[in-house]
């Protein structure tokens, strides 16, 4: 259990509706959130002002904690959600943000900082993650 003050985002997909699939931008802290992609005969129909004016908003550089789920394509073209993960990366809170394998050079640049760890997920360590990053936030 984590008593410390968190803030961030999640990405969730919700398929409930047959027909359509969406991706939910979801506060961690609040229960504010937004449609940021809707699928519609596989094509995606990408709301950016989701990625660029809302999710920037939940990132609270003053928190002791940083959640971020997750940073891929579909944010390289958002400026303020760029600088906002930048401002978290660069301050004193600890983060903890999921990055696309194959994403765009913004985001190499986040797991090249010296300051960074990168963990491979994968299905040998996935189900143990969660206690190796609380391990490694306590003794941060």
């Known amino acids: 259990k984590y008593n410390g003050d968190i803030s961030g ?28 992609v809707k699928w519609e005969n596989g094509k ?40 906002a993960v930048e401002a978290a990366f660069a301050s ?12 765009p050079g913004w985001i190499n640049a986040l797991k090249s900082r010296e300051d960074t760890l990168v963990i491979d997920i994968n299905s040998a360590n996935r189900n143990s993650l969660a206690d190796k990053l609380c391990e490694l936030i306590v003794l941060s």
């Open 9 to 36: 985002f999640i990405s969730e997909f919700d398929d409930r509706a047959s027909d359509t699939r969406q991706l939910i931008i979801r506060s961690i802290c609040s229960k504010r959130q937004i449609c940021a």
């Open 44 to 83: 995606a129909n990408v709301n950016y002002s989701a990625f660029d004016e809302f999710a920037p908003g939940l990132i609270d550089i003053k928190s002791e904690l940083i959640l971020i789920d997750e940073l891929g394509k579909f944010e390289a073209s958002c400026k303020n959600l760029q600088d």
């Open 92 to 103: 004193p809170s600890n983060v903890i943000a999921v990055l696309r394998l194959d994403a």
